[in-house]
């Protein structure tokens, strides 16, 4: 029988706790008095204060003893975005989640916190200033994000005042700092492949990049502001820096800041987003002999060359969110996190 209510609500389990977001969640959980199991497919660091489980969250056996005594769930696990692996999507971020829940009922869990994203109402088209009322995308971007939809659904309607279980969802969008295996090394990889030399459209189109404290903060937030009588209870939640900035500038500030050029020429986003589905399509023919992963995918040429940013509104009023840390000071801290990706390294 589940023992709410007997619980430490300082107890938590972070699902994906080796990963970028996990661990920075896990540190700031540390430092705020939270004892911590983190479950994840790998064990990527140790530290005072924090329990390892290895497991895969599709093993209910598994999970469940990562989630003893643990009153709050954060479940920030997911296959990579460019993984493109619509299967494995399906599996961990789906069928997983509903084993998250059922795993989570079953060890009388109260409160889940899923790290959700902004993308679940991104079509490839702009979206200025997007509210979380904003529709699903009928036509998701990737099946990464096909994915994060459904699964964003499942823990929403799992939310229970009746049954004691409440949930809450936080979209971030562009998460970037150190330690991040994507954003900065992919950019670099790119300059360093001599690929970084054009703007896709006009370059004034504007984005949310969310530094990953501030992130950490939101979702902290929502899981202290989450009660019973809240108007969290089942609700989504934009959290970003709240500066959108333009796509082509945060590059450049990322690129010169680690010594490389920014880009400087133009190219139509018609004619780019074309050549990306083009080839896109023929890595999709020729998967069963030979697997590419370009670089330019429809998805990225999209995410560069339209507006995409979201108003975190609804945060600041019903959960007091500010970003903590400002843009500025955040693309400083990063790049300086990154000395072996300095040009010359
Ligand atoms: N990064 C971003 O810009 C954004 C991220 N998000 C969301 O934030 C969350 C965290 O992202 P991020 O930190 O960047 O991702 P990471 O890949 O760094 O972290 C995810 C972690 O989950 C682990 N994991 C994957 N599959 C399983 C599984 N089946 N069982 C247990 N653990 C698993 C991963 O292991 P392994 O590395 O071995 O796969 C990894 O350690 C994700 O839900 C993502 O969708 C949302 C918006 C933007
Ligand atoms: C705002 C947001 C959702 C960012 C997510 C992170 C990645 C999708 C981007 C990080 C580096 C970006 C990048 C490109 C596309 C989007 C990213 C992968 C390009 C491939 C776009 C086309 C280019 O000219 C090169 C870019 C390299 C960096």
Redesign the pocket.
């Known amino acids: 029988i589940p023992k709410r209510g007997i619980k430490s609500s300082k107890r938590c389990a972070v699902?994906?706790g080796?990963?970028?977001?996990?661990r920075h969640l896990v540190e700031r959980l540390v430092d705020r008095g939270y004892t911590v199991n983190v479950?994840?497919?790998?064990q990527?660091y140790e530290l005072p204060g924090v329990t390892f489980h290895q497991?895969?969250?599709?093993d209910r056996q598994a999970l469940l003893l990562a989630l003893k005594e643990v009153s709050v769930v954060f479940h920030?696990?997911?296959?990579?975005p460019a993984s493109d692996d619509r299967a494995l999507f399906q599996r961990?971020n789906i069928d997983?989640t509903r084993t998250v829940i059922q795993a989570c009922h079953e060890a009388g869990v109260q409160k889940l916190i899923l790290?959700?994203?902004?993308?679940v109402v991104f079509e490839g088209t702009d979206i200025k200033n997007g509210r979380e009322d904003l529709p699903y995308a009928k036509k998701p971007i990737d099946y990464y994000t096909e994915t994060?939809i459904v699964q964003e659904k499942l823990v929403l309607e799992a939310c229970s005042k009746e049954k004691g279980f409440l949930t809450v969802a936080i979209r971030?969008?562009?998460?970037f700092g150190p330690r991040?295996?994507?954003?900065v090394p992919i950019l670099i990889d790119t300059a360093r492949r001599g690929k970084m030399k054009f703007i896709i459209g006009d370059g004034s189109n504007l984005v949310d990049f969310t530094y990953v404290e501030n992130v950490v903060h939101g979702h902290i937030l929502a899981a202290e502001h989450l009660k019973a009588d809240s108007p969290l209870c089942g609700q989504a939640y934009h959290i970003t820096n709240d500066e959108p900035v333009r796509f082509w500038d945060f590059m450049s500030q990322i690129l010169e800041g680690l010594g490389y050029s920014a880009p400087r020429y133009h190219l139509p986003y018609t004619l780019v987003y074309g050549i990306a589905l083009l080839l896109w399509l023929m890595a999709l023919v020729l998967r069963p002999l030979i697997r590419i992963k370009p670089t330019f995918t429809p998805m990225r040429v999209a995410l560069a060359g339209t507006h995409h940013y979201y108003s975190c509104a609804r945060a600041k009023k019903d959960m007091g969110y500010q970003p903590l840390v400002p843009l500025r000071e955040a693309i400083v801290r990063t790049v300086e996190s990154y000395p072996h990706l300095r040009k010359g390294a």
């Open positions: 699902i994906g080796s990963g970028f977001l996990g479950f994840d497919i790998r990527a497991g895969d969250l599709c920030c696990a997911s296959p990579a961990v997983g790290t959700s994203s902004a993308s994060k971030p969008h562009g998460i991040d295996p994507q954003l």
